[in-house]
């Protein structure tokens, strides 16, 4: 669906619905991105999250433990740290989100599920050091 057929209620809906993964990250993380490619950027804004991420169907929470898990496999430790961020604003408790690392173990192997713990342990260590500002 393009920007032109979206009424702007439907489009503050989407900057919400990244607004509640991103936090305050999400202008970096757009501009990181739109510096590698605007298009790219793009993609990855419009696509992603603004048409897959508005699905119904699942929660928030549970589309980003799933996105955690599919991250792991995927060895993608800066998206991954990302998603972890994105899981605990959408309301996945730290236990929540242990139990979907620990969950990959037996189908990725524990090389890939102990860098994604080191991940979440220094998204945690970051929290803990630094009040949180969001908006």
Do not use: N, W
């Not at 298009?39 to 991420?53: H, I, K, Q, S």
């Not at 994105?86 to 192997?109: H, I, K, M, N, Q």
Request: glycine share 6%.
């Amino acid at each position: 669906m393009t920007d032109e057929r979206r009424d702007e209620g439907e489009k503050e809906e989407h900057v919400s619905a990244r607004r509640a993964i991103f936090g305050a990250q999400e202008e970096r993380i757009l501009s990181r991105l739109a510096a590698l490619d605007p298009d790219l950027m793009a993609y990855v804004r419009d696509f992603a999250y603004d048409t897959v991420y508005e699905r119904p169907g699942l929660d928030l929470k549970t589309k980003e433990l799933i996105a955690c898990a599919l991250l792991v496999s995927l060895g993608s430790p800066t998206e991954l740290r990302t998603h972890l961020r994105g899981a605990l604003r959408a309301g996945a408790s730290e236990r929540e989100v242990r139990e979907a690392l620990l969950l990959c173990a037996p189908y990725l192997g524990f090389p890939r599920v102990v860098a994604a713990f080191s991940q979440l342990q220094a998204l945690l260590e970051a929290q803990q050091k630094t009040p949180t500002r969001e908006g």
